[in-house]
């Protein structure tokens, strides 16, 4: 299946936005990643409003906003209306998290939740009818430049062994290097964001190495 390519925005060079956004769609990418942290949920910040505005005036390729805050519910109702294509929430952030799930299908946004490293996939399972998407933490959120969790790896296999029974694409997120799209894509994940393990920083151009992880 064709890998899907999710450049994590929060580690771009702000400084020069448009260029990378364009350098990026250049590039083949198949979905924004922008990080919203409400500093409380994970001590950091990363990606505001303004930043999703500017990003959405530059594109019409889809973006995703992967909500690490204590409250989804409100930062879905200041998002929804830029139309983000996908949200993830961490389940464990909201006490009703399938009436936030079924709210975001209605706002017409895919639904999507965000796996921390401590929470196993029978906390979840019950909610795999009800996303478009999963994304697995391979990092404790929060920071771009942290070391993979290799015990995610068992949890990520049971998500891979019944991605064909549900209707969600896998996605996994943090520390995300070319060495391990090769090894993940093995196992059978075919969405990767990638930040500065991979993409960001690097001497080779953004088309150069996505091509190179949609060829791992
Ligand atoms: C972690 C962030 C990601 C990612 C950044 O909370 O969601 O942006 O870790 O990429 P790396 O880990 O490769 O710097
Ligand atoms: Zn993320």
Not at 159 to 179: K, N, R
Request: with cysteine; glycine share 6%; hydrophobic share 45%.
């Amino acid at each position: 299946m064709k890998k899907l390519i999710a450049p994590s925005m929060m580690c771009a060079d702000f400084e020069h936005l448009k260029a990378q956004v364009n350098a990026l769609d250049a590039a083949g990418i198949d979905v924004f990643h922008m990080d919203v942290m409400d500093g409380h949920y994970v001590p950091n910040v990363a990606l505001g409003v303004e930043d999703f505005k500017a990003i959405r005036k530059l594109t019409k390729t889809p973006m995703d906003i992967h909500l690490m805050v204590d409250n989804p519910d409100d930062f879905i109702a200041i998002f929804a209306p830029m139309k983000p294509q996908i949200i993830y929430v961490h389940p464990d952030t909201v006490p009703m998290v399938t009436r936030t799930l079924a709210n975001l299908k209605d706002l017409g946004i895919h639904p999507g939740i965000a796996i921390n490293p401590g929470i196993s996939f029978e906390q979840v399972q019950e909610l795999l009818p009800l996303v478009d998407y999963v994304l697995v933490m391979t990092v404790n959120p929060g920071f771009a430049g942290q070391p993979f969790l290799d015990y995610t790896l068992p949890k990520i296999k049971r998500f891979v062994a019944v991605q064909d029974e549900y209707p969600f694409t896998l996605f996994v997120d943090g520390a995300i290097s070319p060495e391990r799209v090769k090894m993940l894509s093995n196992l059978g994940v075919n969405g990767f964001v990638v930040g500065t393990s991979a993409l960001f920083g690097k001497e080779q151009s953004y088309a150069t190495i996505v091509s190179q992880l949609k060829e791992q």
